[in-house]
């Protein structure tokens, strides 16, 4: 886990790569009974709806902030407050990274805030987002 004395503003977290199969999007849909046919009917998302291929869910991919942000913070911090938005669709077929930086330290709170991002191949970021975490 991180501490307050030896981090600074700009630090970034370690990224996480995520390459979602369809399974994956299935799975995720039925447990957020989310029936939308364009994260698991490829043939529904092309033909009736126009997308490229299957969309990656925006909920998984504020999970993926989450997760990055959990790992970094380790056993001993708490997640304070996390929030994200949905830009750009992400399909099926790619690798997608979440990672973020540091952006404010109050050392005498241990808060720490952060700004997120789930990123494309490309660089593109489709889901921006941010956090307010404390360290232990």
């Given at each position: 886990m991180p501490k307050v004395d030896r981090i600074r503003v700009g630090d970034v977290l370690p990224e996480r790569a995520h390459t979602p199969t369809i399974l994956d999007l299935f799975f995720y849909n039925a447990a957020l009974w989310?029936?939308?046919r364009i994260h698991f009917?490829?043939?529904?998302?092309?033909?009736q709806e126009g997308y490229p291929g299957l969309v990656v869910q925006g909920p998984l991919q504020g999970d993926w902030l989450g997760q990055c942000v959990m790992e970094w913070l380790g056993d001993d911090g708490v997640l304070l407050e996390l929030e994200y938005g949905n830009r750009a669709a992400g399909y099926?077929?790619?690798?997608?990274y979440s990672g973020g930086r540091i952006t404010a330290i109050d050392e005498g709170s241990g808060e720490v805030s952060l700004e997120?991002?789930?990123r494309n191949e490309a660089g593109d970021v489709l889901c921006?987002?941010?956090?307010?975490?404390?360290l232990g």
């Amino acid at each position: 886990m991180p501490k307050v004395d030896r981090i600074r503003v700009g630090d970034v977290l370690p990224e996480r790569a995520h390459t979602p199969t369809i399974l994956d999007l299935f799975f995720y849909n039925a447990a957020l009974w989310n029936g939308h046919r364009i994260h698991f009917d490829e043939r529904y998302a092309t033909e009736q709806e126009g997308y490229p291929g299957l969309v990656v869910q925006g909920p998984l991919q504020g999970d993926w902030l989450g997760q990055c942000v959990m790992e970094w913070l380790g056993d001993d911090g708490v997640l304070l407050e996390l929030e994200y938005g949905n830009r750009a669709a992400g399909y099926l077929g790619g690798t997608f990274y979440s990672g973020g930086r540091i952006t404010a330290i109050d050392e005498g709170s241990g808060e720490v805030s952060l700004e997120l991002h789930v990123r494309n191949e490309a660089g593109d970021v489709l889901c921006p987002g941010s956090a307010r975490v404390r360290l232990g």
